[in-house]
């Protein structure tokens, strides 16, 4: 049985706590085949992203204070997930060490919505060339 790729909507997860920042990612989102996951807080991500299934966190750097050794756990928790970041900063020099091992792109404020499309289309391919199955099934994601 076949599923029409706009029948299955992606989790994405997403990290900011800049309302407006919130609306911007929605309108973005909103047109492509992706369910929006919003996280309050950092300590509720981890079980969020393994409860939802999702491959891909979208995480606001000018909102949520978050450290190298956060990331590192976080994506040890969850070895199969895409981080994207959003910032209004060019540099972000305390996280050099993630940026260089888990952050897998940074994107710029005011946020291309036609880069932010390309980054997940791009996650999803990944995620169901690693597992050739739905990008929604967290088998997919374990290594």
Partial sequence: MEFEASAIKEP??????DIEQLEILR???ASGP??????????NLS????????SALILDLDSVTV?????RHLK????????????GQKLHPELRESISSYIH??????????????WLRSIIHDT??????????????RL
């Fill in 76 to 87: 040890a928790d969850n070895p199969g997930l895409f981080i994207l970041t959003i910032s």
């Fill in 67 to 71: 450290d190298n050794r956060f990331l």
């Fill in 105 to 118: 792109a940074c994107l710029s404020k005011p946020l291309d919505a036609d880069e932010l499309e390309f």
């Fill in 47 to 54: 079980g969020l992203i393994c409860d939802s299934g999702s």
């Fill in 34 to 43: 992706y369910r929006i996951m919003e996280c309050e807080s950092c300590a």
């Fill in 12 to 17: 994405i997860v997403v990290l900011a706590s």
């Fill in 27 to 29: 309108t973005a989102l």
């Fill in 128 to 141: 169901l060339e690693q597992g050739n199955k739905s990008p929604t099934d967290s088998r997919t994601r």
